[in-house]
């Protein structure tokens, strides 16, 4: 999954919070179109507080830059761009207030917006940028009033809504060459002998099963197991699981952190999956549903 999401609210709404909740459930970075304004103001003397006076201020100074060169939203395309270019990235969260910007990267990007509210805050008024937040129409709305469960669970909804709608375009588009496209879930631990069981596994499915197309994360990605930390590296595997019709777990799952971390995904994610003893089982398994759709 790559994902765009505008995050908007007026000021004290809670929109850093927001996002923290989202990196519980996903692999998530956080800019802001101010970034660029915010750094120049340092160099200035600002003390990096959020009174009015402050905002006012940003505001003001972001608009100058505006004016000048644009820089602000050339800042944001190349965020974009190296967040592209990185495969365990799933969402990029931009901090952006204004609405003509906000219009201008849901046209360019296909960003999908996040209003954040909170009812015990007051609107703050003394810049245009917090006083039009609502005068947007916004894919999802946050009300936060402060309870971290309901931020968690309002978290966790919109990325599982963000997932099964990537899926459902992107299974839209992909040419259908195979009956069906498998992930093999297998424990792995930067084992060879793991690898090996793997191939075979895979090498007498194929002799029966040709036309069905069977991934492996642990070939895919194994190579990098010594270089990425785990939260990384699983997330290489969930990107490639994505893109599977199902899952079939092999081997000793049960003592496997990532086989575990793979079946709570499919579970969430509604993605059917079978676990097998051997792989007679899933020969069984896939000519039945060959037969099926034949």
């Not at 003592?255 to 020969?283: Q, R, V």
């Amino acid at each position: 999954m790559k994902e765009i999401l505008i995050i908007n609210g007026s000021g004290g709404v809670g929109k850093g919070e927001f996002v923290k909740a989202l990196k519980r459930f996903a692999t998530v970075r956080y800019i802001s179109i101010a970034d660029k304004a915010k750094s120049i103001a340092k160099d200035i003397g600002w003390d990096q507080q959020k009174r009015e006076r402050d905002r006012k201020f940003l505001y003001d100074l972001k608009h100058l830059i505006d004016e000048y060169n644009d820089y602000n939203y050339h800042y944001v395309q190349e965020e974009i761009n190296k967040f592209l270019k990185k495969r365990y990235e799933e969402i990029l969260c931009i901090d952006m207030r204004e609405k003509e910007q906000i219009e201008r990267a849901k046209a360019d990007f296909g960003a999908k917006t996040i209003l954040v509210t909170r009812p015990d805050v007051a609107q703050i008024t003394s810049n245009p940028a917090d006083k039009n937040v609502n005068d947007i129409e916004y894919d999802f709305t946050v009300d936060n009033d402060g309870n971290l469960n309901d931020l968690l669970l309002t978290a966790r909804n919109i990325v599982e809504i963000l997932r099964q709608q990537w899926r459902a375009t992107h299974k839209a588009t992909k040419p259908n060459e195979y009956n069906k496209v498998i992930y093999i879930s297998h424990p792995f631990g930067g084992e060879q002998k793991n690898i090996e069981d793997i191939e075979r596994i895979i090498l007498s499915l194929i002799k029966d099963l040709p036309d069905y197309l069977f991934l492996s994360p642990c070939h895919a990605f194994g190579y990098q197991y010594k270089e990425l930390d785990y939260e990384q590296g699983l997330s290489e595997c969930i990107w490639l699981l994505d893109q599977a019709d199902e899952m079939w777990v092999f081997g000793d799952w049960e003592n496997s952190k990532g086989c575990f971390a793979e079946i709570d995904y499919c579970e969430t994610m509604h993605i059917p999956y079978h676990i097998f003893k051997n792989k007679e089982e899933a020969l069984n398994e896939g000519n039945t549903l060959h037969d099926r759709l034949s």
